[in-house]
């Protein structure tokens, strides 16, 4: 018995050693283009990494030069801003002064009437006062009558 499991035992071997070492050998050339595979991936990857750490740089350059240039413009528009506060601030002086020159033109204007006013009245007394006193002459005359 033990001829025969020895005897199937080399048959077993003649029959699969070869197809064993076949793929075995298989085995090795697929391992072989698997690591190559795997070290082209790896090498593309570390090119992609390496890609995207550049553009992401670029990117960040370029944030960097939009922020510094929206500085600059808020700095312009605070300029601009106070510049256009400054003239509208000469504009309500102007407006005030226009409007008190205004206000104390009208004011003299008034009392200059006023004062007329009182001249022409001044002036109408002295009329009626030398009427009345003409009148008044005029009815002591000899010869005027009196009528009641």
């Not at 991936?41 to 750490?53: N, Q, T, V």
């Not at 001044?122 to 009148?135: F, N, P, Q, T």
Request: charged residues 35%.
């Amino acid at each position: 018995m033990s001829d025969v499991v020895q005897s199937l035992r080399q048959a077993l071997q003649d029959v699969l050693a070869p197809e064993l070492r076949e793929h075995r050998v298989l085995l090795t050339a697929l391992d072989s283009k698997i690591d190559s595979r795997t070290a082209e991936l790896r090498s593309e990857l570390a090119a992609m990494g390496s890609d995207l750490r550049t553009e992401i740089g670029a990117v960040r350059s370029e944030t960097v030069g939009v922020r510094a240039e929206m500085g600059g413009m808020r700095t312009e528009l605070r300029g601009e801003i106070n510049t256009l506060r400054a003239e509208l601030d000469k504009v309500k002086l102007a407006l005030q002064s226009g409007f008190e020159k205004l206000q104390h033109a009208l004011e003299s204007a008034v009392l200059r009437g006023e004062v007329s006013t009182v001249r022409e009245l001044s002036d109408l007394r002295s009329r009626v006062e030398r009427i009345e006193d003409h009148l008044k002459l005029r009815r002591d005359e000899p010869g005027i009558q009196r009528q009641h």
